[in-house]
């Protein structure tokens, strides 16, 4: 069965760290890039971050610039968001999903993605 799976989600203090691990089963992420969504309640769904599965481009949005970090470990078939500096306006629903087709530069991620995960829930409160 092919799925993506999202966990280490939880409730953090502002200013605390999470990191979001993304396990594919079924498939081999070798050749997907990988994207970082997220979805707070009453917003659209937002892209934060990426990594090509070619030469390991990044993308990050403007919002989490500085503060998150992307990295994929093939060998284990699962991508991470470590996430620092967590403010409350980072709490959402977050999601990986994987696309052969998904490209991620310095500057922009766009494409197609062909698997989604289920998210896991962030939540950023004193």
């Known amino acids: 069965q092919v799925q993506l799976v999202e966990s280490g989600g939880g409730l953090v203090q502002p200013g605390g760290s999470l990191r979001l691990s993304c396990a594919a089963s079924?498939?081999?992420?070798?050749?997907?890039?990988i994207g970082w969504f997220r979805q707070a309640p009453g917003k659209e769904r937002e892209g934060i971050s990426c990594i090509s599965s070619s030469d390991g481009s990044t993308y990050y949005a403007n919002s989490v610039k500085g503060r998150f970090t992307i990295s994929r470990d093939n060998a284990k078939n699962t991508v991470y968001l470590q996430m620092d500096s967590l403010k409350p306006e980072d709490t959402a629903v977050y999601y990986c999903?994987?696309?052969?087709?998904?490209?991620?530069?310095?500057?922009?991620?766009?494409?197609?993605?062909?698997?989604w995960g289920q998210g896991t829930q962030v939540t950023v409160s004193s």
């Open positions: 079924g498939f081999t992420l070798d050749y997907y890039a």
């Open positions: 999903a994987a696309g052969t087709t998904y490209y991620c530069s310095g500057y922009a991620s766009y494409g197609a993605l062909d698997y």
